[in-house]
């Protein structure tokens, strides 16, 4: 079984342009968790999908950022504009259950450089 | 508002070694308690995680954990450090409330293992 995908691996931008970041979960979990880390800091929340819809979205840091699952599959997170301080690492979790209990699986995230 | 607490930065230990890593929480209620770890180039995986019953959780790779209501503990011990468990290393706690799954992470210490 494939797990939690993310796409690209590393990306460098200039400050004020658009960077998207893709996540594919594993196939069936209807949770998806997007996180950062900004160097030297804790990984951070961002926001919960289930299936399609937004259910926590309490950690997104401003309406520069947008995240979207189209068909409660696969995840975008779009940066526009970037700013220097979104440099970080971006990681993306899924999960089957419905309870803080249940396990997140993560992938290997995307180095985001913001120039 | 929860918080997770992992005092220092790296932890070198020889192999063969004790490795003990610390991990404190605040929280109004006890929480789940996590811990992950990342191998270079890899995502998070889970070591072990605490919920309800034994408070002394085994997990992958002779990893364990003590919950410690008393002392809002939740180190990660392995008996006898091996070369493989380089890594970086994550404790985290999500609510006791159901509903609300997501993370939240302490600074992730790294740990080196010297021959």
């Known amino acids: 079984e494939a797990g939690v995908t993310q796409f690209p691996s590393h990306s460098v931008i200039e400050k004020g342009q658009t960077v998207t970041l893709r996540c594919d979960p594993i196939?069936?979990?209807?949770?998806l968790y997007w996180y950062r880390r900004v160097m030297g800091k804790e990984i951070k929340f961002l926001l919960h999908?289930?299936?399609?819809?937004?259910?926590?979205e309490s950690g997104m840091p401003n309406n520069r950022f947008l995240a979207e699952r189209t068909g409660g599959t696969y995840s975008t997170l779009k940066v526009q504009p970037a700013e220097l301080e979104d440099s970080g690492v971006y990681f993306c979790?899924?999960?089957?259950?419905?309870?803080?209990?249940?396990?997140?699986?993560f992938g290997p995230g995307t180095r985001l450089t913001v120039l | 508002a929860q918080s997770v607490t992992q005092l220092g930065s790296h932890v070198s230990v020889s192999e063969g070694a004790l490795v003990l890593l610390r991990c404190n929480y605040s929280?109004?209620?006890?929480?789940?308690l996590f811990w992950y770890v990342q191998y270079p180039n890899q995502g998070l995986q889970l070591l072990l995680k605490?919920?309800?019953?034994?408070?002394l959780v085994k997990g992958i790779n002779g990893f364990e954990a003590e919950f410690k209501k008393s002392e809002t503990s939740f180190h990660l011990t392995k008996p006898s450090a091996h070369m493989s468990d380089a890594a970086e290393y994550f404790c985290?706690?999500?609510?006791?409330?159901?509903?609300?799954?997501?993370?939240?992470f302490g600074k992730g210490i790294t740990l080196s293992v010297r021959p």
């Open positions: 979790a899924s999960g089957s259950g419905y309870s803080s209990t249940d396990t997140q699986y």
């Open positions: 196939s069936g979990h209807d949770n």
């Open positions: 999908f289930v299936k399609e819809s937004k259910q926590d």
């Open positions: 929280s109004s209620v006890p929480p789940y």
């Open positions: 605490y919920t309800t019953g034994a408070t």
């Open positions: 985290a706690v999500s609510p006791y409330t159901g509903a609300n799954s997501k993370l939240t």
